[in-house]
């Protein structure tokens, strides 16, 4: 028959199986910008690390980036758009990458960052965002999409944080 040790062993099999099921349901699986596979939560958005890192250079060095083909790059369709990087930084704002969470590295004074504190507080005011300026810069839209859409990405951060956290203990 079974042993005590045996049941226990499978008892033990079976609780680690549950916590990798519902790890792997808390993680976020794609990254909302290139659609690779996430590695975690980066600023406030589910990212690969390449993305991560693409987002905190552009914000630390203030580069403002124009689109050669006037946002054409944006559509569903187009699968190039990791050439063009003012496309894939629209993306990043858009997917929800905040770049207030890149903390005290990046300056006050940054004009990205400015342009994308201006443009929240106007679209606030506004109904239908545009992605793309006249003059083809790309538009920075911050605002969730719906109050929906907020609360469920807080609530996908807060169950990868705890198992983060469970993980770590």
Do not use: W
């Not at 689109?67 to 559509?75: A, I, T, Y």
């Amino acid at each position: 028959m079974y042993s005590a040790s045996d049941v226990d062993e499978k008892n033990d099999i079976v609780g680690r199986t549950r916590k990798a099921i519902e790890r792997n349901k808390a993680s976020p699986q794609t990254c909302v910008v290139c659609g690779d596979a996430a590695t975690g939560y980066h600023y406030q958005a589910a990212a690969c690390n390449r993305c991560k890192a693409f987002f905190r250079r552009t914000i630390l060095n203030g580069r403002v980036m124009h689109c050669n083909k006037e946002g054409s790059c944006l559509h569903p369709e187009r699968t190039d758009t990791k050439r063009c990087r003012a496309c894939r930084f629209y993306r990043c704002v858009e997917g929800g990458m905040n770049p207030l969470c890149i903390g005290s590295e990046a300056p006050a004074d940054n004009p990205v960052i400015q342009e994308v504190l201006k443009l929240r507080k106007d679209l606030h005011c506004s109904s239908t965002p545009s992605p793309i300026s006249d003059s083809s810069v790309v538009a920075l839209d911050m605002s969730p999409r719906s109050p929906e859409l907020l609360m469920s990405r807080l609530i996908d951060e807060l169950i990868f944080l705890e198992f983060a956290h469970e993980k770590i203990s």
